[in-house]
């Protein structure tokens, strides 16, 4: 699969108008002599501000919630994957963002105002998605928990009928006529016998130990490594009989003729199968449900940001212009750059002309060396993960 390109969400000032901060960044970036990236402006609500203070706290508080609100939906994204067997088409075909591809939804993003009341500060908005993120990771984790209990029990019965003849359950091989019922003296042994040892088997059975009856083996079933004979024998000798066996490499399969038993195993295995599966359809349908939830949360703590680092970059009144960029293949870095270079004036400039010469240029990039941080953009910038 190849690796996501990622999405940015970045802000601008105004320059004069929101529109033309539009137009000029796709001039950049967006146009025939310029086509590195598509560029899609949204808009925010005007949000309760409040203190500086109190957006620095709220900005820090953010940006781990943007962590732990992309972890979470990944996570619903990669259960969704393991349920879907790796099956890359279904996995793409069940993710969905409000009945919409990702890319659909990132293109279109529009802040869901019904949902997130804009009459309730940034802080309660915060914490309001955070409530709601952390519900979904809550059910999701419980369900998940069941699902993986269930297909384990299932699985466990699933290697007794399907594993070798030395480990198998033998209730479905071996026949009513195979063993002798009733008999007060005499019993009949299943016993498993490696495929290269079934001659030394026949040879030997019977001298392993006194009252085996000879000529009483008989083969009732193989595998690609395994015989399965049965063995008649004096009920008094049994345990001398499996611990000489069990030196020549012949394993006694535990084995009791129980018909309620055999049914109750079938019985098992039918309803664990009929719940595995319930529970599968169950499950892969919340996934599909909660992954939608949880990545919108995700895009709205990402969007808040935007707002609230727009604010204390470039100040008050708010009069900037959201836009979501999409690098158009092998592009990152170049927008990146054209990003650096369209916006170097921001650098600590609220309001400054996005027009640039070399020399700014160069300013911003020595600039950006002296904070160390390989990130920095003179422009509010944040990546945000497509999944896909």
């Known amino acids: 699969m190849s690796v996501p390109t990622p999405y940015m969400f970045i802000s601008a000032p105004a320059d004069p108008t929101k529109q033309d901060t539009v137009n000029k960044l796709k001039d950049k970036l ?23 203070d109190q957006l620095v706290v709220l900005s820090d508080d953010l940006s781990k919630t943007d962590v732990t609100t992309e972890a979470i939906a990944t996570k619903i994204a990669d259960n969704m ?13 069940n993710l969905s963002v409000n009945e919409k591809s990702i890319d659909a939804y990132l293109r279109g993003f529009q802040w869901n105002s019904m949902k997130y009341r804009t009459d309730k500060g940034l802080r309660e908005l915060s914490d309001l998605i955070v409530q709601e993120v952390n519900q979904i990771d809550s059910l999701m984790k419980q369900k998940m928990t069941a699902y993986t209990t269930v297909k384990s029990a299932l699985q466990g019965i699933q290697r007794k009928q399907t594993g070798n003849l030395a480990v198998r359950s033998l209730n479905d091989i071996v026949k009513k006529d195979h063993i002798i019922h009733d008999s007060e003296y005499m019993t009949t042994l299943i ?3 490696p495929k290269s040892a079934s001659n030394d088997w026949i040879n030997k059975y019977e001298t392993l130990t006194q009252m085996v009856v000879p000529r009483s083996s008989q083969k009732i079933a193989e595998d690609d490594e395994y015989a399965l004979f049965t063995v008649t024998l ?56 909660n992954f939608g939830e949880a990545y919108a949360c995700h895009v709205h703590i990402k969007s808040l940001r935007v707002f609230v680092e727009s604010i204390l970059r470039y100040g008050l009144p708010p009069n900037f212009q959201p836009m979501v960029i999409k690098a158009k293949p092998k592009q990152e870095r170049k927008v990146r750059d054209v990003l650096n270079r369209h916006y170097a004036r921001l650098a600590g400039v609220a309001g400054g002309s996005s ?5 700014d240029a160069q300013m911003e990039e020595n600039l950006a060396m002296l904070i160390g941080d390989k990130d920095y953009s003179p422009v509010v910038m944040f990546y945000i993960n497509p999944i896909l």
């Open 30 to 52: 967006a146009s025939k002599s310029n086509d590195y990236a598509e560029v899609f402006p949204f808009t925010l609500p005007e949000f309760k501000v409040g203190t500086l």
């Open 81 to 93: 994957r393991t349920l879907l067997n790796n099956d890359l088409d279904q996995w793409k075909t």
């Open 191 to 193: 016993v498993a016998v």
């Open 234 to 289: 004096f009920q008094r000798v049994v345990d001398e009989f499996t611990h000489k066996a069990r030196e020549n490499k012949f394993q006694v399969r535990e084995f009791k003729w129980d018909v309620q038993a055999m049914q109750a195993e079938r019985k098992q295995l039918a309803e664990m199968g009929a719940t595995e599966r319930e529970q599968w359809t169950t499950l892969l349908r919340l996934c599909k449900a």
């Open 355 to 359: 027009s640039v010469s070399a020399e």
